[in-house]
């Protein structure tokens, strides 16, 4: 019996032991927990879903209370337990209030009017052609009072450098119209604002001209100088005064609805002259007009073989043969061999008179 016995008491105190000193532990290592924190803990949804960037909703419920995190961060809870954490902190919370979108009022559209009958704005066929559609865009924009459109467009063409499209925005803000194909064109309008070239000079030149004024338009100024360049080496000066006269607005018409006007004595550049230049031009664009380049070397060339080079000996000759007839004054350039001669033959004339 006390082999049995003895075994069981020794258990027992040994549990009493125990027992005694967990709880011994428990109280000497307890935590001390902010009660906010767990009267926080105690509102919160419990999902744990990091929305508001802490390790779950215990992690939260430590750092409202001990960090000082914002109230208003669990997304499930929303702005009830935002309310009920500032009730347990002491503190009033703002939640913020989610406007709704205000309704976009309906822009009232009014109706575009008819086509109207009027004066036409003063652009060549060929310009309104290539911009009919900013053009219209415009006149549609401003007569429907829609400020915005058109005032984009303007500051478009202003980026773009487009004066001239500039000028006709406003003649349709002064109720001109863009002629649609139905409305006929003034006569004259269309080269009332054309380059003062000849309908001839117009066909020879278009390529470079109207080069020149996609450059100009476009803003690129490496590429409109540099044909000024290439027209100032080939002493193109007339196609430099048109290029003035594209910088300063004017358009370059079609050579179809070009009437041919008489030249003037004055700006008819001389046969030779133009030639040259025209040789010069070509080799200098190499376009294609007039002669090619390569053409040119092989000109050069056949002169060469035309009439070779002298040598330093007949150079030499022809300086003293010069030399001498200038001497004599007769006008007669007498061969080297025969001075001495001639010489003899002064003297003894000279002799005769003396006598």
Partial sequence: MEAIMMPVVILGITGILMGLFLAYASKKFEVEVDPKVEAILAILPGVNCGACGYPGCSGYASGVALEGAKMTLCAPGGPKVAQKI????????????????????????????????????????????????????????????????????????????????????????????????????????????????????????????????????????????????????????????????IKAGKIVPDPATMVDAPATKEETPKVEDSQKQEASYCSVLGDGLCVPEQNEKVKEDLKKQAAPPKTAEELEKEKQAANYCSVLGDGLCVPEENEQIVKQNLHQEIDKEMK
């Fill in 86 to 245: 500032g009730d347990i902190m002491g503190v009033a919370v703002e939640v913020p209030v989610k406007k709704k979108p205000a309704a976009k009022k309906p822009v009232e559209k009014k109706e575009t009017p008819k086509v109207q009958t009027g004066e036409p704005i003063s652009a060549s066929q060929e310009f309104i052609e290539k911009n009919k559609r900013m053009l219209m865009k415009f006149k549609e924009a401003f007569d429907a009072g829609d400020k915005e459109g058109y005032e984009k467009l303007e500051n478009l063409a202003k980026m773009a450098k487009k004066d001239e499209l500039l000028k006709y925005y406003e003649e349709i803000k002064a109720g001109k119209i863009v002629p649609d194909g139905s409305v006929p064109v003034a006569t004259g309008t269309a080269n009332a604002n054309a380059i003062s070239a000849s309908k001839e000079f117009v066909e020879k030149n278009k390529r470079m001209l109207m080069k020149f004024k996609e450059a100009f338009d476009a803003g690129d100024k490496e590429g409109f100088e540099k044909l000024e360049n290439l027209a100032k080496m080939a002493k193109k000066d007339e196609l430099l005064k048109y290029y003035e006269e």
